[in-house]
């Protein structure tokens, strides 16, 4: 049994959880841990050629979704690990008892998902579990995408931007980065498909790529027009939004009161898909791309749509498995 230290049990002791507590304790509960550790434990390394031998995959898991979810750099996450006792308390480390991963094994770590293609597993393995649970339907799919920024800057040691991200204008605002699709589920407004693309990509070329083929019916923005000519099928009906120009040039009377009226019910079932883009962005943080290149970027993006889908079911999982609300 490990010696306790004296943070750990004055942590015990106090008397109000903080909300870092609540939340790492309501994830510790509804993360699958056991068939994500099947994915990874078959090639993760059980012992270094020289050194210390490697941490344990489970503390390293617990580490690399911390990162995600409150947008850690590896040196923050280590300096983290130091300071605060419930994020330790999660990765099921003691300061006096275990070697706490500096940065470079945090890095080697993320590399290590990266090489073996983890990210799109984790992604299919919590959708599998949510699916088992019940969550995660079939019947209708709505499809969006967001831009993520990278920066434009060239003031660094290859004088130039990442070649992997595109420039693209929204509005009247210019952006620089790249854009992740996803489909999500009307039902549940779970994320069951992402992909990623250069920014200037447009939205309808990945239409087909967001659709599982089981769906019955497809809602999308205006953005997706001509779409189900890119994705035909039978028996699948599209709800794809009207121009706004178009609608607000129709003469007033009853044919475009009964357009607009048309036009909120769409907006209504779409707004579903914004749910997953708000956690991602503002629950988790992820305002900007963190790594170089599309295929790094794409990986977290995964990893952080499965962790969105726990967190926005995680009261039901909660309340199916008995347990009670921290």
Known sequence: ?????????????????????????????????????????????TSGRRGR????????????????WYALSDPAMEDALYEIESMRRFAGLELNEDAIPDESTILKFRRFMEQHGLA????????????????????GTIVDATIIQAPSSTKNADKQRDPDMRQTKKGQQWYFGMKAHIGVDVESGLVHTVTTTPANVGDVTEVDKLLHGQEKTVHADAGYQGAEKRAPKRGRTWHIAAKRGSVKAMPEGDLKDAVKHTEHMKAAVRAKVEHPFRVV???FGYQKVRFKGLLKNTAQILTLFALSNLWMVRRTLLASAGEVRL
């Open 53 to 68: 031998p490697p941490m344990a995959a489970s503390t390293m898991l617990r580490i690399h979704f911390m990162q995600q």
């Open 120 to 139: 799109v597993k984790i992604f299919e393995a919590v959708n599998a579990h949510l699916s088992g649970q019940g969550l995660l339907l079939r019947q």
């Open 1 to 45: 049994m490990k010696q306790r230290s004296f943070a750990s049990l004055s942590f015990e002791v106090k008397k109000k959880p903080t909300r870092r507590e609540r939340f790492l304790g309501e994830m510790d509960k509804v993360v699958p841990w056991a068939d994500l550790l099947a994915l990874i434990e078959p090639s993760y390394p």
């Open 281 to 283: 962005k503002r629950q």
